[in-house]
């Protein structure tokens, strides 16, 4: 594979960045490798995708990468997409978690699942934690939509993302996605949420 190459652009949630690479063959597309959320900062949110991707910034990305960014947005105006034909790169990521990333990658906007039932559908109704701990190394957040994935009896359980059950919580929202039980507080009105875009 290629270097990576990333770059930034605004949303509703704030900036995101995503990271490619190209592939070896001139006629594949190239497949994202990294996505980040928002920091708390710009600088800080390019620091970070620079970091963990090792890539150069380009202010051109491929026209494919430029298609997914523009599906990003629309998805996190609440024009909800379906990133399951996104080219993904998952090196580094063993057995387990590109089974777990797959099936979460099945879970469609506006639905959500427990770490026990994902771990039940993978056959393995023990592993919620691994499932959890799998979900927390996610390249690809949005993507790989982990935060659709919930602790058991609907609590909003982790998120490893910057901004952490916050962001969840705002994209959740977006998918009009209603929480029973948990940390209501995490969760307000649909209605607040927009307006905090």
Known sequence: MKRAAYCLFETPLGLCGIAWR?????????????????????ETTEARIARKTGGRKSSAPPPQIH???????????G??????????????AGQFERQVYEAARRIPAGQTMTYGELAKALGEPGAARAVGRALGSNPVPLIIPC????????????FSAPGGRATKARMLAT??????????????????LVFAF
Request: proline content about 9%; aromatic content about 6%.
């Open 67 to 77: 298609e997914v960014i523009e599906r990003v947005r629309k998805h996190l105006r």
């Open 79 to 92: 024009q909800l997409q379906d990133f399951g034909d996104v080219v993904i790169e998952l090196d580094g």
């Open 22 to 42: 190209e592939g070896e063959n001139p006629s594949a597309p190239p497949a994202v490798a990294f996505f980040q959320l928002p920091e708390a900062t710009a």
């Open 175 to 192: 998918e009009g996605v209603s929480i029973v039980g948990g940390d209501k507080s995490l969760f307000p009105p649909l209605a607040l």
């Open 147 to 158: 935060h659709r994935v919930l602790a058991a009896g609907g609590r909003p359980g982790g």
